[in-house]
Antibody, heavy 123, light 107 residues
Framework: QVQLVQSGAEVKKPGASVRVSCKAS????????ISWVRQAPGQGLEWMGW????????NYAQRFQGRVTMTTDTSTSTAYMELRTLRSDDTAVFYC????????????????WGQGTLVTVSS | DIQMTQSPSSLSASVGGRVTITCRAS??????LNWYQQKPGKAPKLLIY???TLQSGVPSRFSGTESETDFTLTISGLQPEDFATYYC?????????FGQGTKVEIK
């Protein structure tokens, strides 16, 4: 069965960086991209971007451009999301998500989600 | 960017009741509209994709309809486990965007 298991909670100081991991299992990692979604406390869902696990192509939301880097390690079937220059309003739960099916038209339909990683930014 | 306007932001309903949540896209998204359910402390769960196709394992009391840029999620015969927050999301183009969410509470 498809599983996405994320790394544990992090506490960071303003200005620092955080890297969240998302380890995939139960499918061929390189056949699906991984999206990242952020949710601030008590707030809604916000798409951050997507990375192809096949060739590393990325598509970032404009508001995160220059501050986020998404990567994959195909040897360990793991996706990473690094967010730099953290601010207090970056405090959020970060989710990785995979498309329900493999063709390009399905990349925006997320049938599988990680459990979420809470990142707290506080001085 | 495509804006998704979801309403209401919250509602109260009784077990066994009927709930309707609407989502309006700022431009045509064809049928690329998905609905998710989220419970506190949990990841979102896909309920409906392509505006009206029920995800495997989702009870048939959930249904989705579309009319041009207006989309509706209906829950018929609300069950205790349905009390949650619901989000619409467009998968038509990037950036992917969500509605603001609708919290369904027990009356």
């Amino acid at each position: 069965q498809v599983q996405l298991v994320q790394s544990g909670a992090e506490v960071k100081k303003p200005g620092a960086s955080v890297r969240v991991s998302c380890k995939a299992s139960g499918y061929t990692f390189t056949t699906f991209g991984i999206s990242w979604v952020r949710q601030a406390p008590g707030q809604g869902l916000e798409w951050m971007g997507w990375i192809s696990a096949y060739n590393g192509n990325t598509n970032y939301a404009q508001r995160f451009q220059g501050r986020v880097t998404m990567t994959t390690d195909t040897s360990t079937s793991t996706a990473y999301m690094e967010l730099r220059t953290l601010r207090s309003d970056d405090t959020a739960v970060f989710y990785c998500a995979r498309a329900l099916r493999g063709s390009s038209g399905w990349s925006g339909v997320w049938g599988y989600w990680g459990q979420g990683t809470l990142v707290t930014v506080s001085s | 960017d495509i804006q998704m306007t979801q309403s209401p932001s919250s509602l109260s309903a009784s077990v066994g009741g009927r709930v309707t949540i609407t989502c309006r896209a700022s431009q045509s998204i064809r049928s690329s509209l998905n609905w998710y359910q989220q419970k506190p402390g949990k990841a979102p769960k896909l309920l409906i994709y392509g505006a009206s196709t029920l995800q495997s394992g989702v009870p048939s009391r959930f249904s989705g309809t579309e009319s041009e840029t207006d989309f509706t999620l209906t829950i018929s015969g609300l069950q205790p486990e349905d009390f949650a927050t619901y989000y619409c999301q467009q998968g038509y183009s990037t950036p992917r965007t969500f509605g603001q969410g609708t919290k369904v509470e027990i009356k």
